[in-house]
């Protein structure tokens, strides 16, 4: 590997790389900084807080696991078939991605509202999606998904189908050519796409806080001590979720990276 200041192109890129990352780091690490390792873990100790960070983990793997289920199905069959429509549903699929998440709640809470017909259905069941934890699994499954499906699409397609028609040869049938195959080889595509649909649903805001506002999850916590108590009090809560964020992400992408050796 050559040198990062070997030339005078790659030491131009390396200086305007090293600003973009710096851009990055630089409120982060002013964040972090901020509080004091006791006001830290005061806030930690905080019922309301440590619900919240709670709700939000565990909405995102929901929410990630219901992808998981109907999301790798999909991206096989966008990776193995042609069919009328196909570049449709592909743009269809990476659309949450670019509308935004306000108005994509707003597109929510006309399905899942108390007064719409599939609302009322649901109510009958006695599950309730407005200001309750299933609406934050929806938003953050609608805003995030894309990065699922299109991360295991990509991994089904750098699967050779003949492998999958030597399996079939020797007598696996085609449910298992796919476990045995064709799932195994794109796992790590699939892992990556689980870790960014996650790691997006965990700061999920806009959606959220339209469709269910309570209980908070940690973003609508933080934005509500702000508008509340100001920049001191929600600056330790900050601190955490970065953190918190930080720490999970890091040890996931270690996980990931081992899985790759």
Not at 25 to 41: E, F, H, K
Not at 223 to 234: D, H, I, Q, S, V
């Amino acid at each position: 590997m050559t040198s990062l200041f070997s030339n005078k192109q790659r030491l131009t890129f390396t200086i305007l790389g090293a600003l973009l990352v710096f851009f990055v780091v630089w409120p982060i690490l002013r964040t972090v900084t901020s509080s004091s390792p006791a006001i830290l873990w005061e806030t930690l100790l905080e019922a309301e807080v440590r619900g919240s960070i709670l709700l939000t983990f565990s909405s995102s793997a929901i929410a990630t696991g219901a992808a998981l289920f109907f999301g790798v199905p999909l991206a096989y069959v966008l990776a193995r078939s042609t069919f009328p429509g196909k570049r449709l549903v592909e743009g269809l699929i990476d659309l949450p991605i670019v509308i935004p998440h306000s108005a994509a709640g707003i597109a929510l809470l006309m399905v899942f509202g108390r007064r719409t017909l599939l609302g009322k259905a649901f109510g009958l069941v006695g599950l309730k999606f407005v200001s309750a934890a299933p609406g934050i699994v929806v938003a953050m499954l609608f805003v995030s998904l894309p990065f699922l499906v299109d991360s295991a699409r990509e991994g089904f397609e750098a699967v050779d189908p003949r492998l999958e028609r030597v399996a079939r040869t020797l007598g696996a049938s085609s449910w298992g050519s796919f476990w045995r195959v064709s799932f195994p080889l794109a796992w790590r595509n699939i892992l990556s796409g689980i870790i960014m649909m996650w790691a997006r649903g965990l700061s999920e805001f806009g959606a959220v806080v339209i469709l269910a506002y309570h209980p908070m999850v940690a973003p609508v916590l933080l934005y509500e001590r702000f508008e509340t108590y100001g920049l001191k009090y929600a600056r330790p809560v900050a601190t955490l979720i970065i953190l918190i964020c930080l720490g999970t992400f890091i040890l996931l992408r270690m996980v990931n990276e081992r899985g790759k050796e």
